[in-house]
C-alpha cells in the first residue's frame, strides 16, 4: 500500500472507532442500565449469535437458527456431527463464564484465561482443554510458523500481563483487537486458539462498556487491518502510536 493510501487508511480506523464510541455513549443515554438490562432477550440473542458464528469461523455448520435450537432447546438436528452439537454447546458455556465471571474481574489471570479455554474444548478435546500445548502446530493452507512449544509457557505470561497493562492512551477497541492477535500468534493451544482468542477479545471489549459483539466480519474497522498489518510485520499506524515499546512476538440485534 502506498503511504498516502496508508494514511488515509489509518485516518479512516480513527474515524471509526471515534464514531463507535459516540454510539456506546447514545446507548449509554437510551439505556442507562445496560443494553442486556434494556431489551428484552438480548443477552440470550448474543449468546447464541457470537457462539453461531465463532464456531462457524471454524467450519462448524450449524446455522444460526440451528446454534440455538442446540444452545436453549437442547435440541439434536438432523445430519449435524455429533461434534458440532458439542462444539455449539461448549461455546455457550464458555460465553456464560464471560458474562457472569471474568468480564467482572479487573485483573485476569493466566489461570482465568486456562478455565475459558477448558470450557471451549471440555466435550471435544477434554485432554488438551485448558492445557498449554507441549508440541508444535500450524495451520492448515497457512505457512505462518508458531513459536516452539518450550516457549509458549513464558509468551503466555507476557500475554496475561499485556492484557492486564496496556499502555496509556490505547484504545480499548484497539487492546482487544492486540490481545487476540497476540494470542493467536502465539497459538498456545493445540486446538480452540481462535475460539479463546476472541472470547478473550470480548472480554476486553465488555468491561470498556461495548455491548455488542466482538466477532467482527472480515474487512470491517480496525480489527480486521490491525491484525492484517501486525502479521505483515509492519503494524498499523495506530498500534504502532499507542501500544508502547513493548515487544510483542444472522439475525439482527432485537431492539437495537
Known amino acids: 500500500m502506498r503511504p498516502e493510501a496508508a494514511y488515509r487508511h489509518e485516518s479512516a480506523v480513527e474515524n471509526e472507532l471515534a464514531v463507535l464510541w459516540a454510539d456506546v455513549a447514545r446507548l449509554g443515554e437510551r439505556f442507562?442500565?445496560?443494553?442486556?438490562?434494556?431489551?428484552?432477550?438480548?443477552?440470550?440473542?448474543?449468546?447464541?449469535?457470537?457462539?453461531?458464528?465463532?464456531?462457524?469461523?471454524?467450519?462448524?455448520?450449524?446455522s444460526s437458527i440451528e446454534t440455538r435450537m442446540v444452545v436453549e432447546d437442547g435440541l439434536v438436528i438432523p445430519d449435524k456431527s455429533l461434534r458440532e452439537h458439542l462444539e455449539a454447546r461448549d461455546h455457550a458455556i464458555a460465553w456464560d463464564y464471560v458474562t457472569d465471571v471474568l468480564e467482572r474481574r479487573t485483573v485476569i489471570s493466566a489461570s482465568d484465561v486456562l478455565s475459558l479455554h477448558r470450557r471451549v474444548l471440555y466435550s471435544t478435546n477434554n485432554s488438551e482443554a485448558g492445557v498449554l500445548r507441549r508440541v508444535g502446530v500450524r495451520v492448515a493452507g497457512s505457512h505462518t510458523v508458531f513459536p516452539n512449544a518450550?516457549?509458549?509457557?513464558?509468551?503466555?505470561?507476557?500475554?496475561?500481563?499485556?492484557?492486564?497493562?496496556?499502555p496509556d492512551g490505547l484504545d480499548p477497541v484497539v487492546h482487544a483487537a492486540l490481545a487476540h492477535l497476540d494470542l493467536v500468534k502465539i497459538h498456545p493451544f493445540v486446538d480452540g486458539n481462535?475460539?479463546?482468542?476472541?472470547?478473550?477479545?470480548?472480554?476486553?471489549?465488555?468491561?470498556?462498556?461495548?455491548?455488542?459483539?466482538?466477532?467482527?466480519p472480515e474487512g470491517s474497522g480496525h480489527v480486521h487491518h490491525c491484525s492484517r498489518a501486525c502479521r505483515s510485520g509492519r503494524g498499523?499506524?495506530?498500534?504502532?502510536?499507542r501500544r508502547g515499546t513493548r515487544a510483542r512476538d444472522g439475525p439482527a440485534a432485537p431492539g437495537v
Do not use: H
Open 32 to 62: 442507562p442500565d445496560g443494553v442486556e438490562a434494556g431489551i428484552a432477550q438480548y443477552r440470550e440473542w448474543l449468546r447464541n449469535e457470537l457462539t453461531y458464528s465463532s464456531n462457524a469461523l471454524e467450519g462448524n455448520t450449524l
Open 150 to 166: 518450550l516457549k509458549v509457557p513464558d509468551l503466555f505470561d507476557r500475554l496475561v500481563a499485556d492484557i492486564n497493562q496496556p
Open 194 to 216: 481462535g475460539r479463546a482468542a476472541r472470547l478473550v477479545m470480548n472480554v476486553l471489549l465488555r468491561r470498556s462498556g461495548l455491548p455488542g459483539p466482538g466477532d467482527l
Open 236 to 241: 498499523c499506524r495506530t498500534c504502532r502510536s
